[in-house]
């Protein structure tokens, strides 16, 4: 089992930034995507973005706003959130999985392996 662990969360004022980390424990080959998730109190987990083949792939009311990236080794995620507004406010969740070319990488109950996740909270 790779441990995932997430860092970088904190508070922020609307209009600013913050930046997600994820370091994965181990180079394992079990996985080709990496993902980030988040959740906010009473509603269900969404994807935000992930890393698949090189390839970003972002929820729609991340575009523009987010940028996701890895390190080298692909050991370590990356979150770049710009532009944060109050509703990005939640828990944030680094996961890997290893999916299929035509699987939906957005889809959190396709990922089998989660971090703890790290807090985001906007204030307007």
């Known amino acids: 089992q790779v441990l995932l662990e997430e860092s970088g969360g904190g508070a922020a004022q609307a209009g600013g930034s913050l930046t997600l980390s994820c370091e994965a424990s181990?180079?394992?080959?079990?996985?080709?995507?990496m993902g980030w998730f988040r959740q906010a109190p009473g509603k269900e987990r969404e994807a935000v973005a992930a890393i698949y083949a090189d390839e970003d792939i972002y929820n729609e009311f991340a575009k523009g706003r987010v940028t996701i990236s890895q390190n080298g080794a692909k050991t370590s995620v990356y979150l770049q959130m710009n532009s944060l507004k109050p509703e990005d406010s939640g828990m944030y969740y680094c996961?890997?999985?290893?999916?299929?070319?035509?699987?939906?990488?957005?889809?959190?109950?396709?990922?089998?392996?989660w971090g703890r996740g790290t807090q985001v909270t906007v204030s307007s």
């Open positions: 996961a890997t999985a290893y999916l299929g070319p035509k699987q939906d990488k957005l889809l959190p109950q396709l990922y089998n392996n």
């Open positions: 181990t180079r394992r080959f079990t996985r080709n995507t």
